[in-house]
């Protein structure tokens, strides 16, 4: 008894020694990466969010890259998306751990990364004058420039089901009365007017974010104002966007399973024409396509309208760049200067449009849309056409309030009134403008 | 095993000597390597969290801002609803845990059929993570399209509640939630304290001809008592800083509905406020203090009575 | 009279049987079926047999997710579960022996800071730092240490409960048998805590197993991968595969479960004797 227990004890400590020395290397990676590099080459690695479309797109690019480029090999890393994802960026930043080259947004929330101390200024580089001054903007802090674009630009508005429309004789409205006018009709038919979906949080902020065109059409100054503390949501023009929400919740224009229902959900509803329209980022196109043969031709996307039929226009987003942190250095550096060069090129483009359909213009000169795009895209590439695009309020100002989803939740479901909503959100706003240290808050 | 029954009674010469050999045979360094870890990694962030709770923190620098962000924190629009759906939350996990896990217990320790089957199965949902359990309940509760509101719709004809949607439930959904996924551990640990009541009390009830529920009442409850107080301390803590089953299922919506102050920092966290967010942990420790110290002082108290 | 007892004895179990099947099983049987359905099916979210029934595919299909993450998940969080378990196991008993044993004015200190551990939310941003000026950040050491520090006052507590439960007259044999403290400790105290040993292997491989929230602060990144962290493999802001995430939330919880049905009878053992008696 007393031996075997003995016996027992001593497994337990060699059991203890063993895993101590196995977990001084965790387990590393398995299985299928092709490549170690041969002697000479680089290897470099590229951060990423995990969504489906950007892992393929990544790994489009690395393919292009390695199959066509030479000493360098480009390897593709995962992190989570949404808030989560951000704050594994910042992380990394902040520990200097960062892959040698990463995506992340463009606009305020790279101006959170603290650029000037945390990134690579890639304004003397050749290769940025391939790309679109509007982009330059939303990756410029102070006086530098560091990222290029990856993806495309996106609109937001309103993805609607022509099928539905065509039935009901309806035209695509230019102003906020049209389009209630025309809700009433299709709430009429038994068809669900507006799609909403805060089983996807981040998705209730369409109206409000989406109605940025509208804003600075009625006062162009207004994010410079909001962004000295002058401007706020509860006063108009701003507010509008939230009254959007309230309106079409009050007037029971939305599907039964809003508050639960998820993104993909939403745009099957749309596909299938239970719902008639859905206030989203173009970028979903590429997912609803694959839900059904002739989604593609069937969903038409419109800009919000405002109350002005002759100020109509499109709030657009701003693609996501590659940028390098201060923490590659050395060949890893020319490296990735070396695969930025090609990257910001017609070359590049055509590896992402061959990973994933595109879903609007890129933000690279020489860069083409191969033919036969979804509607929904040429719809969108119109307003860019005409000149008639604002970018959204996240590229022209570095604030925005982390809780806007939430907010935006509440107001969209009848738990608090458009107005305190805003209020709620001026709140939001003042504190992350307080973190960044902004003059006049 | 028993030689030491025989060892004469210690004279004083032997107790200094007994003092000399507690200093030898437990020595204080078997504290050391426990302790440093406890110290480097547990301890000193925390104590440094009271001073990086004083600034504002980009991770990048850090400002010293005074009370700024308890000022903040406090006017913090959800926090009262927090505040409030922190103690709910704390207090309605805590209760169910002790009256359902004693339930099961007394039920489990009587001879039944199948009573192995019946803790093992009780057990089950304290094997699964909250992350795990927290979507598969977002799946079961699908207003629309989950199994629950089907058998619901089923009964009554009528749609089923929005239990994870409803500003109103969707608190005390997750508590139901937390409940099924916690209970079994409650049932374990008062199974524990029930059979570690010596049998004499259930034959001297019995021989006195007491009801199954006056051996419950008089026997069963008071000297259980300290599994008791285990499961209130224990779940209480548990429930007042509970976060991964709220962020897995509700997120704390919907928009702030079933925000707790763990959800709170978190949020400030991800949004990085450092700063905020540490204060926030600052003011989560206060409360949890605040409530779970004199509690637990007051049971070892009552403990020590029995 | 006997009959009618053992009836009703009968009885109350059926009865208890069917109640706790549907509240406790069902759930379980859900996660089952639709691990086992293809994805369109699982996508109405039905309690119902699966058509196709098809869960060695999806099985198969969540190990190969993203080049066998989830197999260096396994790798992963085994290696920190043994190793973190055992660590707390050993310094936890000898922190709980000591404490018990010897009164010292430590003491007073060392229970306030067993309560602190208890009672204190862990800051998580302050621990980074530390772990970063020490070298412990995205390490598994670190990662080790942390589940440590985390679990070590319950450890202790419950150790030191029932170390108090074993005579003294032990000790003092020992000892007059010329044995020195690592001796004392090793060969004569621990062998006798098996059974609170059992209770906090399983209690802490259960907690630092299914921990999610710690891997993904001081052990990021897809290569550090937890069992946990794959789970979010199968939600994306567009699709959600429900038959492979329920599959994978099944394939990461039969550890657990074995270990489970393994030690059952004696968690209760060492429960009686630590951690409910005050």
Redesign the interface.
Known sequence: MTLNRRSHLALMAGIAAGALALSACSAGSLGSSSSSGSAGSVTITMLVDNGDATVKTANGIAEAYNATNSGVTLKIETRAQGTDGDNAVKTKLATGDMSDLFAYNSGSLMQALDPGKNLVPLTSEPYMGNVSASFKTAVTSGSEQYGVPLGQATGGGILYNKKVFAQLGLSVPKTWADFMANNAKIKAAGIDPVIQTYGDTWTSQLFVLADYYNVQASQSDWATQYTANKAKYVDQPAIKGFQRLEDVFKAGYLNKDFASAKNAQGLQALVKGTGAQYPMLTFTVSAYVSMSATAKDDIGFFAQPGDDASKNGLTAWTPGGIYIPTTTKGAKLDAAKKFLAWFATPAGCDAQTKAVTPTGPYMIKGCTLPSSLPVAVTDMQKYFDAGNVAPALEFVSAIKGPNLEKITVEVGSGITSAADGAKRYDEDVKKQAQQLGLPGW | ?????T?PKAPTRASRATAR????????W??V???L??L???????I??FY?AFT?????KA?FIGFDNFV?FF?E?GLIGSLRNTLVYGVLTSVSKVVLGMLLAV?LS???????????????????????VG???Q??L??????VN?VWSAITGADGP?W????KLALYSVVGIDV?KGV?LAT??Y???I??IPNEYFEAARVDGASSWQIFRNVILPLSF??T??VI?LSL?GGL?S??LIWSTT???????SDVI?SVIY????????G???AG?VV??LV??AI??PL?RWL?SR?AVL | MNTMRRSSRWLAGLSGIIITTVLFLVPFAFVFTMAAKDENEASMLQFSWPTHFQLWDNVVAVFQARDYMLVIAFINSTILTVASVTLLVILGAMIGFVLDRRVSKLNPLINTLVLAGLIIPPAVVPTIWVMQSTGLFKTLPGLILVEVAFGLAFTVLTMRAFIATIPKEIDEAAIVDGAGPLRLFFQVIFPLLRSVIITIVVVQSIFVFNDFQNPLYFLPGDANATVQLTLFNYMSQQRTSYNLLFTNILVITVPMLIMYIFFQRQIVAGMTSGAVKG
Request: aromatic content about 16%; glycine content about 8%.
């Open positions: 095993m028993s030689t030491t029954s060892r050999h507690v200093d030898r045979s437990y020595p204080l078997f504290y390597p426990g302790g870890v406890y480097i990694l547990f301890i000193v962030p925390t440094m969290s990086f504002r923190w980009t991770l990048f400002t903040l006017n629009p039920v009587s001879p039944l059929i199948a009573r192995g089957y019946l803790r093992s199965v009780t057990f089950f949902p304290v094997l699964v993570s909250s992350v795990g979507l598969t309940f799946v079961l699908d207003p629309f399209h989950g199994p089907a929005r994870l949607t409803d500003p099924w079994g374990l640990i199974i524990a304290g059979a570690a300290p599994a107080s285990t301390i803590i800083r976060f991964d997120q704390g919506g919907p928009g702030f509905a763990a949020k400030q966290y991800q949004a990085g406020f450092y905020l967010s540490t942990n989560l420790f949890v203090t779970v110290y637990s070892n403990e």
